[in-house]
């Protein structure tokens, strides 16, 4: 039985795109209940994108760019800026745990749905707050995506972009930072609703993609805080294998794919990787037979295992790598990532069925509980739940009539 950690919490999400409604998505696999509330007529602005197959899928319902960050959720199109529809997100906010929202500043506060306006309503709701550029500063009323803001401005792009490079390195994948910054929002949702548990505190969460940008980049913008000198990457021309290590790099197959290693001690796996690469005769090899001299003569040892590598195609190095005791790993393409054995035998690929009844598959939350993959259900069409939602609020049929005529509701 799939353990569901956030059953009988309700979050209420005024959001668009990846980065803070994804956080959604993810309490929602966690059990929660999550009411997405969309723009009456347009609905969230991600479902408008056109990025080929990636936001129309193949022709159905299906689209995948909305459903990892819906997933699982209820959608009602409602009008805030019409005060019979700022009425109907306050009493849903009565009845809710947790408000999440990345909305500007100005339109926070034009809408009505700041953090004031939402504790009159519930003072015991926890307000979350996903941001471009952080709460606070004079930048803070600036939007962003993670494309500007978590991957170029944190240093990401610089990050992996050699010096010799024609142009920066673009994100790896669409809401790349996006999805980062959403399981950061979940956590400390989950945060939150404990310390409220505890102290009957509510509280306010800010994340921002400049924060979770910042995180990522920690270990080398610490070095530049304490040190104040941080090497770039290498230049194309060099061979990307680290400075003092052997068995630390890429390395380049006979049929042109890549092979990670990745031996951070390698006196110690030295002797093995050489039996797996049939080149025992290194291993008492005056330049590399002592931790020290395979440090003193890495670039040496590097172009050897460059040339061995170069021998054998990629899937025979799959193969013969298999029991290598030492940390390595495949460069994978997308499609192979998607058919990883290693990643389906521990469920991090999940099933669902879509509106259409089409068995569909995605990636899940990297989070699992008790051992057991979650259960993942489709994200909402657009105001699929509004009349349901509706009318647990108590409005008849009648009245749900009216606020469509009015324009209220969709």
């Not at 790349?176 to 509280?203: K, Q, V, Y």
């Not at 990643?343 to 051992?371: H, M, S, W, Y």
Request: hydrophobic letters at 40%; charged letters at 25%.
């Amino acid at each position: 039985m799939t353990h569901r950690p956030m059953e009988g919490i309700r979050i209420l999400e005024a959001a668009q795109f990846t980065f803070t409604p994804a956080a959604g998505g993810i309490l929602a696999d966690w059990g929660a209940e999550v009411i997405k509330v969309e723009h009456p007529v347009a609905g969230d602005a991600q479902r408008g994108l056109n990025l080929g197959t990636a936001s129309t899928g193949d022709g159905g319902t299906f689209s995948p760019i909305m459903e990892h960050p819906n997933r699982g959720k209820r959608s009602i199109g409602l009008a805030l800026n019409e005060p019979a529809g700022i009425e109907i997100l306050y009493e849903l906010a009565r009845k809710s745990d947790v408000f999440l929202t990345n909305f500007m500043p100005d339109a926070r506060k034009k809408l009505g749905i700041e953090l004031e306006d939402l504790r009159r309503v519930n003072p015991d709701i926890i307000y979350v707050r996903g941001t471009a550029h952080g709460n606070k500063g004079p930048e803070a009323w600036k939007g962003g995506f993670d494309g500007s803001v978590f991957w170029n401005r944190m240093g990401p792009a610089w990050g992996t972009t050699p010096p010799d490079a024609p142009r920066t390195m673009g994100m790896p994948a669409g809401a790349f930072g996006d999805s980062m910054g959403a399981m950061t929002i979940a956590g400390g949702i989950a945060g939150a609703l404990f310390a409220r548990e505890r102290t009957g505190e509510p509280s306010v969460i800010d994340v921002s993609l400049m924060s979770v940008g910042a995180w990522a980049m920690a270990y080398a913008v610490n070095i530049a805080l304490n040190v104040g000198d941080v090497d770039p990457p290498p230049p194309l021309s060099e061979s990307g294998v680290a400075a003092m290590n052997p068995v630390a790099g890429n390395f380049q197959t006979a049929d042109g794919r890549w092979i990670n290693l990745t031996m951070l001690q390698p006196g110690r796996y030295w002797a093995d990787f050489c039996r797996h690469i049939e080149r025992e005769d290194l291993i008492d090899d005056e330049r590399f037979n002592t931790a020290e001299k395979l440090m003193t003569n890495a670039n040496e040892g590097a172009e050897i295992v460059a040339a061995e590598f170069a021998k054998r195609p990629y899937a025979e190095w799959m193969q013969r790598l298999q029991t290598l005791e030492g940390q390595w790993a495949p460069v994978q393409t997308v499609m192979e990532v998607a058919s990883d054995p290693q990643l389906r035998a521990n469920g991090f690929i999940a099933e669902l069925t879509d509106a259409d009844g089409k068995r569909r598959e995605l990636v899940c939350n990297p989070v699992q509980f008790d051992e057991t993959p979650p259960e993942i259900r489709r994200a909402p069409l657009f105001a699929e739940h509004t009349d349901e939602i509706l009318l647990e609020l108590g409005r008849d049929m009648e009245q749900v009539l009216q606020l469509k005529i009015d324009g209220v509701v969709t």
